[in-house]
């Protein structure tokens, strides 16, 4: 009987072994779409959090606008109305980083107090 169960124990194991790989391999896929899923929801969430944050490569710069001006495709009105409003947009943007500066200022120096 144990010669038997000795002569039988190799193909269990290499059946275990195999079996463990497969469940190893399975898991380790799961894993990698878990992360993978996480990620993207980091992503999104961050981007869904900051929707006033600057996003560059989108609409036009100053010197897009001059050189439409220049070409003739904006009239003087239509140029200096778009260069007011872009001033504009930049002074709210940079009062809102100056704004969140002080606040984490404010923060800091309470937590240092405590």
Same mark, same amino acid.
């Given at each position: ?16 072994? =195999? %079996? ?8 380790? @896929?799961?894993? @990698? @779409? =878990?992360? &993978?899923?996480?990620? @993207?929801?980091? &992503?999104?969430?961050?981007? $869904? ?5 600057? &996003?560059?490569? %989108? /609409?036009?710069?100053? =010197? ?6 220049? %070409? /003739? ?9 778009? $260069?007011?409003?872009?001033? %504009?947009?930049l002074q709210?943007?940079q009062a809102? $980083?100056?704004?969140? $500066?002080a606040e =984490? ?6 937590? /240092?107090?405590?």
């Amino acid at each position: 009987m144990l010669t038997r169960l000795v002569h039988h124990l190799p193909i269990s194991l290499a059946q275990s072994t =195999a %079996e463990n790989s497969s469940s190893i391999l399975l898991v380790s @896929i799961l894993l @990698i @779409i =878990a992360v &993978v899923a996480l990620f @993207i929801g980091v &992503v999104w969430a961050r981007k $869904r959090m900051n929707p006033n944050e600057d &996003v560059h490569g %989108e /609409g036009f710069s100053l =010197a897009d606008l001059r050189q439409m001006h220049k %070409e /003739g495709h904006l009239s003087d009105e239509e140029y200096e109305r778009a $260069r007011a409003k872009m001033v %504009e947009h930049l002074q709210a943007a940079q009062a809102r $980083r100056d704004a969140a $500066r002080a606040e =984490a200022a404010k923060q800091q120096q309470q937590r /240092g107090m405590t």
